[in-house]
């Protein structure tokens, strides 16, 4: 009896740290990276109820008793994916599970992502796994505008349960890839004057809803109000774009239009930074190993570099890819690109704290301060190092894996 008395303590115990939002855990590190200063050496991250209770160097934290302590050789913030379709597609690669990009329209903007997210799409605890606690994901590049992006945490077993921002962006492209998809349009010309035309009818739907008399007020129409939140600066548009015409042509629309606009893919940004620079526009990568190839066949490797040296904010994506498992990893693009020119401390910046800034929710994640939700990745070595791996990804402050990889 008194063995299974132990034994039920113990798992009653085990189930206490494992609920959302009661843990309360310590974690230690050789090094600790914050973003929100200088790494501190043995430093130590308190957590309570989901959220970060206290950070700093283990000789001014004490970690109170009864609290359970993970160790580990680098600690950082939960990283953050900037742009992904996972979720949304998943990892079968068949029909059913292919969700984002809907072919029967090029021009969708009222398509949800929050409807078709699958919080237990296998790929979800697959880039979760490499330290991902956040992802943008929603309607993906390929329709001139395929829908609407979300924001959402890497757990839960619902939509509900994951959710950050039910509507992050509106995704828009502009390129040859929509020929990939529809027959029209088949021109660049042609992509940016049905993206044009529709802004247009979103100005002169927001006229008309400010008339006076309610019966001259159109009807409702889910795509021109999403347009509308566009145009008030609500909600950014994700415009991907590789080549140096559709960049151009993007941020023309945006001094045209006023609207909030998050530069996507950008292959040739190397050739224009002083524009984009000008523009204030932010800009979320392509994924630094994209096959040179197609729109993206100006890509290079030191893209990143290049972006960081003239001062615009940016940040990695996965992307999305065609062939299994669907996606990529951000750690690792982020790896090759601090192989390529970036300091290491802007590539980890890229990931953490930069992309929850461009996301807007700087408040909540991306850097380890008092307050903020306590995700966290420990690794056993050099984030960037090939050898090094994940061991524990913890998200809301409850442990979500815990196994090197």
């Not at 927001?206 to 509308?228: H, S, Y």
Request: proline share 6%; hydrophobic share 45%.
């Amino acid at each position: 009896m008194k063995s299974l008395f132990r034994l039920f303590a113990l798992l009653a115990g085990s189930l206490l740290v494992a609920a959302p939002g009661q843990a309360q855990l310590a974690v230690r590190a050789d090094t600790l990276y914050t973003m929100a200063g200088a790494p501190i050496p043995d430093g130590v991250v308190l957590i309570r109820d989901g959220k970060i209770e206290r950070v700093g160097p283990a000789e001014r934290v004490a970690i109170p008793a009864g609290y359970r302590v993970l160790e580990a050789v680098v600690v950082t913030p939960g990283l953050i994916d900037a742009h992904s379709v996972v979720g949304l597609a998943g990892i079968l690669n068949i029909d059913h599970d292919q969700d984002q990009l809907d072919t029967s329209d090029p021009v969708q903007p009222e398509l949800r992502a929050f409807d078709a997210y699958n919080a237990r799409e296998e790929l979800v605890g697959w880039v979760r796994s490499f330290g991902v606690t956040t992802l943008h994901t929603g309607h993906g590049p390929g329709a001139v505008i395929s829908g609407q992006t979300m924001l959402v945490k890497t757990r839960g077993e619902t939509v509900s349960e994951a959710l950050l921002d039910s509507v992050a962006a509106v995704a828009a492209t502009l390129g040859p890839m929509i020929e990939r998809y529809f027959k029209s349009p088949g021109t660049r010309a042609k992509a940016v004057a049905l993206l044009r035309a529709e802004l247009l009818k979103a100005r002169a739907y927001r006229q008309k809803q400010q008339a006076a008399d309610p019966a001259r007020r159109p009807d409702p129409d889910l795509g021109m109000e999403m347009l509308v939140r566009v145009l008030d600066g609500e909600v950014p548009l994700l415009i991907t774009a590789q080549r140096v015409p559709e960049i151009m042509a993007a941020l023309r629309l945006q001094r045209e239009f006023g609207f909030r606009l998050v530069l996507d893919g950008v292959a040739e940004a190397y050739l224009v930074l002083d524009e984009i620079r000008q523009a204030g526009v932010p800009v979320i990568l392509h994924p630094t190993m994209v096959r040179p190839g197609g729109e993206a066949v100006g890509a290079t490797l030191e893209t990143a570099a290049r972006l960081h040296a003239a001062g615009i904010p940016f940040a990695f994506q996965s992307g999305f890819e065609g062939y299994v498992p669907k996606t990529r990893v951000v750690l690792f693009e982020a790896a090759m690109a601090a192989a390529n020119g970036l300091p290491r401390q802007a590539a980890l910046e890229a990931l953490t704290l930069q992309a929850a800034r461009i996301l807007g929710v700087a408040d909540r994640v991306g850097s380890l301060e008092p307050g903020k939700d306590a995700d966290l990745v420990l690794f056993d070595g050099d984030p960037f190092e090939y050898t090094t791996h994940v061991c524990t990804v913890i998200i809301d402050g409850e442990p979500v894996h815990e196994t090197c990889r």
